[in-house]
C-alpha cells in the first residue's frame, strides 16, 4: 500500500515562497498519478494542483502561474513549488495518489475518491 508523508511547510511572509515535497513509500511511486490539495481553517478542502503518470497537469485558478508541480521519480517525490504567496493561501497541504482513469482536472475535482493520503503539512502566509 502506498504512503505518502508530505514535508517543507511552515510560516512565510507575503510574497515568499516555499516547496513542498510528498514523499512515497511502500509501492512503486511512479506508478501512481499524484494530487496536492489545501484545507483552510474554517472551509472545505480544495484541490491545488494535479499531475498524472503522462505528465498531464492541472492547476486550480488561483494557482496557476504562481505554483509548479513537478515529480522525482528516482526519490519518489512529488513537489509543490509555491510563490507568490498570499495571506489566503493559509491551510493544511495534503498530497493524494490513485491509478487515476480518467483526465487530471477530474481527478483533482474528485478528491474524494482518492485512495492514498498523508497527514498535511501546515503553511502559515504571514506578516
Known amino acids: 500500500q502506498l504512503q505518502l508523508v508530505e514535508s517543507g511547510g511552515g510560516l512565510v511572509q507575503p510574497g515568499g515562497s516555499l516547496r513542498l515535497s510528498c514523499a512515497a513509500s511502500?509501492?512503486?511511486?511512479?506508478?501512481?498519478?499524484i494530487g496536492w490539495f489545501r484545507q483552510a481553517p474554517g472551509k472545505d478542502r480544495e484541490a491545488v494542483s494535479c499531475?498524472?503518470?503522462?505528465?498531464?497537469?492541472y492547476y486550480e485558478d488561483s494557482a496557476k502561474g504562481r505554483f509548479t508541480i513537478s515529480r522525482d521519480n528516482a526519490k519518489s517525490t512529488v513537489y509543490l513549488e509555491m510563490s507568490s504567496l498570499k495571506t489566503e493561501g493559509t491551510a493544511v497541504y495534503s498530497c493524494?495518489?490513485?491509478?487515476?482513469?480518467?483526465?487530471?482536472?477530474?481527478?483533482?475535482?474528485?478528491?474524494?475518491?482518492?485512495?492514498?493520503w498523508g497527514r498535511g503539512t501546515q503553511v502559515t502566509v504571514s506578516s
Open positions: 493524494a495518489a490513485d491509478q487515476w482513469r480518467g483526465s487530471v482536472q477530474d481527478m483533482c475535482e474528485q478528491d474524494y475518491t482518492l485512495r492514498s
Open positions: 511502500g509501492a512503486t511511486a511512479d506508478h501512481y498519478d
Open positions: 499531475l498524472t503518470i503522462d505528465g498531464s497537469i
